[in-house]
């Protein structure tokens, strides 16, 4: 053997003949609504390139509302096909688990989005620019706002159409966060939704440098945060030599078959776990809304397009909490006595800070993404259970809030003055008065918000609380009622202003929306009751759906 | 080398990473300092990847340079535009919401 060779065999070895690489399995009928899902955003993509521009809006509109119906149609095939509890798997090669809680919220996120894109097409609202209707969203984001390009766009009539693909990839992305089933995933996922958020919250056609302003806040922090969250799983792999869950929950539990001497060294490691898990909880505690984590909330809601807040107030959390539910109780089981007691705080200073703070607010927007910080907080508290109840009570929950959110936000645009939509709390004195309809729907939301028997947050609430006392939260359940308490007092206070006080003369006017909105309005409206007089049936149903596959 | 150290080297720069993030107010260096957190992951998963001789550490920073990269055509699109609405990068300007 020559010196050269002999040198070189330090830090080389001779190649094995390579294996074949196995041709991965994917179960395309599992994974048919995230995939229809996406395969319509590209062809929304590619409507935006070759279509001309009078054409794209209706067939966008098309394209987005036919994809979510029949992606809501695959998951109700799916879950009718027993795949939500007696054939619940993992497809994609152990990286997308096909259970029942990933079926619910894969469901409520899809009707979610639909009837949110019906807020987005809406063009009635505002008024008729240089013959053209327009939308909540900007003629040309890129044009400079009041600038000389941002007139001709306006004049030319353009529209950003391209916000229903946008819409679809954040639903693709969404659709995939509740049913990772490894770490990889879930962060792909969460940049899968996050990233057209960050862009669609920047394209409001009205007060655009709040819009930009928000835009730049949300990307800013939810880079940061997702910086963290991959931190985390860096140190979950190093802890566990594998990013799948399944995996990751055997080391935890130390019933790992095959130890190699590496993983025998990491194993012990108890900080790689507690630090990794607790940043990985953080990043998905951001996307949440918890505090201490919740900064970006108001400001994002408050900036955004209203139809954008909507969607994602409530898209946003079906989806996330749904990945928190899965890596709480299907990674980190084993750990529960560790993370307990932070979520108990977690979900302590949430429902307490969000309640509080929003009383002193005075902008309907930044009032509701309080009131939002709150409900995560009291969902937290399902969460905490850590029992079969708690999962299915969670569930019920997100289903029966997301369509508040949604109707409230949908409600919001269409009281509107000359600078477009008004949202401080002072123009809505006496609403009541002057729009019976309007005013009342929105007490409903209102209502639900505060879980007054008969709505759907009142069934949500109680079974939340109820999981959350069952599995020996009392104090919770406590702190919890009491902040129910403070949240109802500014929900009230706004229904009495609507109500019980003067019209102001320079006051707004109600926009008479077209079918679009008012279904939107009606379906949030009709959920709202439905699941507050019978919720049974659902929270059957949910409870049937609350078994995670491992 | 052990490469523990290099495992010390991806938490510093994370944590330079991080205090950047927190530190500094023009909105591409607060962008900058994001990326170096990433790139600290991708340090720290290569590590492990060494460390347990799989190489899931070393796919996933290949998917983490992806997600970089379209976080990077995101960001820069959003910081720009408010760049040209404002003429000031700064995280401070961007103050019209208060509570």
Known sequence: MTHAATVHSLWTTAAAAPDK????????????????????????????????????????????????????????????????????RVAAMGAIAVDGPALFLQGTILLVALVAVFTFAERRLDPVVHGNRVDSFAAQAAAVPGGDAEKAAVKAGFTTTEVFPLVLFAVGGMLVFPSANDLLTLFVALEV??????????????????????????????????????????????????????GIADVVDGQVRNVTPALAGTMGNDALLL??????????????????????????????????????????????FGALLRLLYVVLPGLRWDWRPVMWGVAIVTMLGGAIVAVTQTDVKR????????????????????????????????????FVTLGAFAVVTLVRDAGGEATHLSKWAGLGRRSPLVAAVFAVFLLA?????????????????????????GALVVIGVISSAVAAFFYIRVIVLMFFSEPR???????????????AIAIGVAVTLVLGVAPQYFLDLASQAGVFVR | MNPVNYLYLAALLFTIGAAGVVIRRNAIVLFMCVELMLNACNLAFVTF???????????????????????????????????????????DDASLMKL
Request: glycine share 10%.
């Open chain 1, 367 to 402: 009032l509701l993404a309080y009131s939002s910080i709150a409900h995560a907080g009291f969902i937290l508290a399902g969460v905490i259970a850590t029992t079969p109840e708690g999962i299915s009570s969670v569930l019920f929950y997100l289903a029966a809030y997301s």
């Open chain 1, 21 to 88: 690489i196995p041709s991965p399995d994917i179960e395309y009928g599992q994974l048919s609504p995230t995939l229809i899902v996406l395969g319509a955003a590209i062809v929304g993509v590619l409507i935006e390139a070759f279509l001309p521009r009078r054409q794209r809006y209706v067939a966008q509109l098309f394209v987005s509302v036919v994809a979510l119906a029949a992606a809501f149609a695959a998951v109700i095939g799916l879950a009718a096909g027993d795949y939500g509890t007696s054939k619940a």
């Open chain 2, 49 to 91: 990847s060494r460390l347990h001789g799989n190489l899931d550490g070393q796919i996933i920073a290949f998917f983490t340079m992806v997600v970089a990269a379209a976080e990077v055509v995101v960001g820069l699109a959003i910081i720009v535009t408010v760049f040209r609405s404002r003429h000031s990068a700064s995280v």
């Open chain 1, 193 to 246: 939704f996050s990233l057209p958020l960050y862009i669609l919250c920047a394209l409001a056609r009205r007060h655009r440098a709040l819009s930009q302003e928000a835009a730049v806040k949300y990307f800013l922090l939810g880079a940061f945060s997702s910086a963290f969250l991959l931190f985390g799983i860096a140190l979950l792999y190093g802890y566990a030599g594998t990013v799948a869950y399944s």
């Open chain 1, 449 to 473: 918000f505060a879980g007054i028997p008969l709505t759907s947050g009142f069934a949500g609430k109680f079974a939340v609380f109820k999981a959350a006392a069952d599995g020996g939260a």
């Open chain 1, 275 to 320: 630090i990794g898990g607790a940043m990985v909880l953080m990043g998905l505690l951001f996307k949440i809304g918890a505090v201490p984590f919740h900064m970006w909330t108001p400001d994002v809601y408050q900036g955004a397009p209203t139809p954008v807040t909507g969607f994602m107030a409530a898209a946003t959390k079906v989806a996330a």
């Open chain 1, 505 to 519: 003369t320079d006051g707004p006017s109600v926009a008479v929306p077209s079918p679009l909105t008012s279904s």
